[in-house]
């Protein structure tokens, strides 16, 4: 079993920047490929950024490209999602999701994912 927490969420102004945090327990990070999901009222759940289980892949979803920064760190079982320039249709609940697999690859689809934390609040004010 692996346990997820997600923290960091927080009300910001548009423009601003926010740092989530993703804590896992029950397993060595390193054997999981890490996922940030988020869900808007009225909407699925959109995957928003992945990172393979060595850090060297990523993926992004293109209206966060160059914005957002997915990163990890395995002795710190510790997951990541820099937010910079965030707009107020951001405003979701963030999940991040771990997958165990032994791919090196990322892991770009919902169905891959095994373990899900509770999500965190991002609120995006104009």
């Known amino acids: 079993q692996v346990q997820l927490v997600e923290s960091g969420g927080r009300l910001v102004q548009a423009g601003g920047s926010l740092r989530l945090s993703c804590a896992a327990s029950g397993r060595t990070l390193s054997t999981l490929r890490m996922g940030w999901f988020r869900r808007t009222p009225g909407k699925e759940r959109e995957l928003v950024a992945a990172i393979s289980r060595s850090g060297s892949s990523t993926y992004y979803l293109d209206s966060v490209k160059d914005r957002f920064t997915i990163s990890r760190d395995n002795a710190k079982n510790t997951a990541y999602l820099q937010m910079n320039s965030l707009k107020p249709e951001e405003t979701a609940v963030y999940y991040c999701?771990?997958?165990?697999?032994?791919?090196?690859?990322?892991?770009?689809?919902?169905?891959?994912?095994?373990?899900w934390g509770q999500g965190t609040q991002v609120t995006v004010s104009s």
């Open positions: 999701a771990a997958d165990v697999t032994s791919f090196y690859t990322v892991a770009a689809n919902e169905k891959q994912y095994d373990y």
